[in-house]
Nanobody, 120 residues
């Protein structure tokens, strides 16, 4: 079974910074991509950032220039550095892993979610 463990959320003032971490473990054959989604109350879950196996990165327009996704391949860990945070960034942030667990079986796995609250 594949597991994702998230950390780094919390309360921060507007303009502040936080770094989220997500470590994957378990029976992973190979990783296709890792990324971050977020969900605010009353809203649909939306993609924040994604990094593929080949290193390509995709950001939501709302976070471009403020957030940065990175990875440590040796540790199967993905990070989200969030800077110049705004109240609109308040949400539960979820790590996602797209991987093959066998040569032919591909699936997505989700972290438990971590709350990010931006408020003065």
């Amino acid at each position: 079974q594949v597991q994702l463990v998230e950390s780094g959320g919390g309360l921060v003032q507007p303009g502040g910074s936080l770094r989220l971490s997500c470590a994957a473990s378990g029976s992973i054959f190979s990783i296709n991509g890792m990324g971050w989604y977020r969900q605010a109350p009353g809203k649909q879950r939306e993609l924040v950032a994604l990094i593929t196996r080949g290193g390509s990165i995709n950001y939501a327009d709302s976070v471009k220039g403020r957030f940065a996704i990175s990875r440590d391949n040796a540790k199967n860990t993905v990070y989200l550095q969030m800077s110049v945070l705004e109240p609109e960034d308040t949400a539960v942030y979820y790590c996602v892993l797209d991987c093959w667990v066998t040569q032919t079986a591909r699936n997505n796995y989700w972290g438990q979610g971590t709350q990010v609250t931006v408020s003065s």
